[in-house]
C-alpha cells in the first residue's frame, strides 16, 4: 500500500498544480474590466477565440473559419469548443470554453506525467512536472500541451530505439505546434550514423525514417490543404508576416535602438542564427551524446526560442518538460522557472502600463526578466554539451530500464 501511495502522490500533487492553474486564469472570468487580464495575468488566448474564430457558432476551422495555428491545435479547438456549447448549452461563454480548455490541457498533462513515470523517471522529476510552475501560469493559456506531450512521446521513444515510433510522433506533433520538427533531424542522424550497421542499410533506414514522418505529417495535412489551402496556410504566413514579439531578442535589440530591420531581414537574421548555433550545438553535442542525440534536442529547442523572432510566454511550457527529462541536474529548473514568471507578468504588466494601468512595467523590465531567463537557458544549453546525460537515461545493463531491454509505451 505504501508503495502504491507514493505512486500516486505525483498524480495528486499535478491535480493541484491543474486546480491552481485553472483558478489562475478563471478568476477574471468571461469580462476584462480596468485590464485585469494584464494586471493579474490572467489573459488567455482561448477568450478572445470563443467569438473572433467562430468557435461560438459551431464553424469548422480552416473550412469555414481562420485559423492562425497548425490543423491538429485547429481540430482540438474545435472539439473543445463543441464540449463547451454541449455543456453549456445556451448559455455556453468564454468562461464555459475555458473549463473545458484547462480540461484537456490537465489530461494532457496527466499523460506527460504518464509517459514519464512509465518510462522509469525518478520520482524527483517527477515532482519537477507535476508542480511545474509553467502550468500553473499557461494551462489555460493556450493550446500547448498537444505537441509537448507529443514530444516527450517521441524523446522517450528515441530513448528506447523506437526511432519509426519517435519520428511518427515527432511529425503529429508538428502538426499541433510547430516546434516537434527539431527533433526528426536528430531521430534521422541517429539511423545515419548508426555504428555497427552497413552504410546501405543506414540510408535506407534514414531515408525510410524520413518518408515516415512526411507521410504523418501529411495525413493530417494534405486533406486540409487540399480542401482550403488559404486558410490552411495561414499559421505560416501569419509566422512570416508577425514582427516578433516584447520578450524576443530581436525585438529587445530594436527597442533599445541596437538593431532595427524590417521582418523580411529579422526572418532572415534569425533563421541564420538559429540554423549556425543549432549546427554548432549538434557538432559539440556529438562527442558526448552521439549514440544518443535525441538529447541535444532540448538543447536545440533552447537556442530556437533563444533566437526566434516570436517567444510568446507559453512558450516556456514547450521546453519545461523536456529539461525535466533531460536536465543532468534538476536546480537549472528552478532558475529557467523563476524567470519564466519574471518574464510573463513583466510582458503582461507592459500590456498594462500601455493602458495606463497598475502594476505597470517598461521594457527595461522586460528586458531584465528576459536576460535572467536566457541566461538559464544559455547555461542550460551549455551543461547539455558538457555534462553527461542523467542517470535514469543510461541505467545499468543489468536493469530491466535498460535501452537494451525496453518497455513498451502504448
Not at 495528486?12 to 486546480?19: E, F, I, K, S
Not at 445556451?90 to 496527466?110: E, I, M, Q, W, Y
Request: aromatic share 14%; net charge positive; with cysteine.
Amino acid at each position: 500500500m505504501e508503495v502504491d501511495n507514493r505512486t500516486r502522490l505525483p498524480y495528486l500533487v499535478l491535480g493541484l498544480t491543474c486546480l491552481f492553474g485553472y483558478f489562475f486564469k478563471a478568476h477574471c472570468g468571461i469580462g476584462w474590466i480596468d485590464g485585469i487580464q494584464y494586471t493579474s495575468g490572467c489573459y488567455s488566448d482561448v477568450v478572445p477565440f470563443w467569438g473572433l474564430r467562430g468557435v461560438a457558432d459551431g464553424a469548422v476551422p480552416y473550412l469555414q473559419a481562420r485559423m492562425e495555428y497548425p490543423v491538429l491545435t485547429g481540430a482540438q479547438i474545435w472539439i473543445e469548443g463543441g464540449i463547451a456549447r454541449l455543456i453549456g448549452g445556451a448559455g455556453a461563454n468564454p468562461a464555459t470554453f475555458l473549463f473545458v480548455v484547462v480540461a484537456v490541457n490537465s489530461g494532457l498533462a496527466f499523460v506527460i506525467l504518464w509517459l514519464m513515470q512509465r518510462a522509469g523517471v525518478p520520482r524527483a522529476r517527477l515532482y519537477a512536472w507535476s508542480a511545474a510552475p509553467p502550468l500553473i501560469l499557461y494551462l489555460g493559456h493556450n493550446w500547448d500541451l498537444a505537441a509537448a506531450a507529443l514530444a516527450v512521446a517521441a524523446m522517450l521513444a528515441a530513448r528506447r530505439g523506437a526511432a519509426f515510433r519517435a519520428v511518427q510522433f515527432a511529425a503529429l506533433g508538428a502538426a499541433a505546434k510547430l516546434f516537434p520538427v527539431l527533433l526528426l533531424p536528430l531521430v534521422g542522424l541517429g539511423a545515419l550514423f548508426r555504428r555497427d550497421t552497413a552504410w546501405r542499410d543506414r540510408l535506407l533506414s534514414t531515408a525510410l525514417l524520413a518518408l515516415t514522418a512526411v507521410l504523418a505529417w501529411g495525413a493530417v495535412n494534405l486533406p486540409v490543404a487540399l480542401a482550403a489551402f488559404t486558410n490552411w496556410s495561414e499559421f505560416y504566413a501569419f509566422s512570416g508576416a508577425r514582427s516578433g514579439t516584447a520578450a524576443s531578442v530581436w525585438e529587445l535589440l530594436a527597442a533599445f535602438g541596437v538593431w532595427q530591420a524590417p521582418v523580411p531581414l529579422r526572418n532572415v537574421a534569425s533563421f541564420a542564427a538559429f540554423m549556425i548555433g543549432a549546427g554548432a550545438i549538434v557538432l559539440l553535442g556529438w562527442r558526448r551524446h552521439g549514440d544518443r542525440l535525441w538529447l541535444l534536442f532540448t538543447p536545440v529547442l533552447a537556442w530556437f526560442l533563444l533566437t526566434n523572432k516570436v517567444y510568446s510566454p507559453q512558450f516556456d511550457l514547450w521546453l519545461y518538460p523536456l529539461l525535466v527529462l533531460t536536465s543532468y541536474r534538476l536546480w537549472p529548473l528552478a532558475w529557467f522557472a523563476l524567470g519564466d514568471v519574471a518574464a510573463h507578468f513583466a510582458e503582461f504588466w507592459w500590456f498594462a502600463g500601455m493602458e495606463g494601468r497598475t502594476p505597470s512595467a517598461t521594457m527595461n523590465d522586460i528586458a531584465l526578466a528576459a536576460a535572467f531567463r536566457g541566461a538559464a537557458m544559455l547555461w542550460i544549453i551549455v551543461a547539455a554539451l558538457r555534462q553527461p546525460a542523467p542517470d535514469w537515461v543510461t541505467p545499468p545493463a543489468d536493469s530491466p530500464r535498460h535501452p537494451d531491454r525496453p518497455i513498451p509505451i502504448g
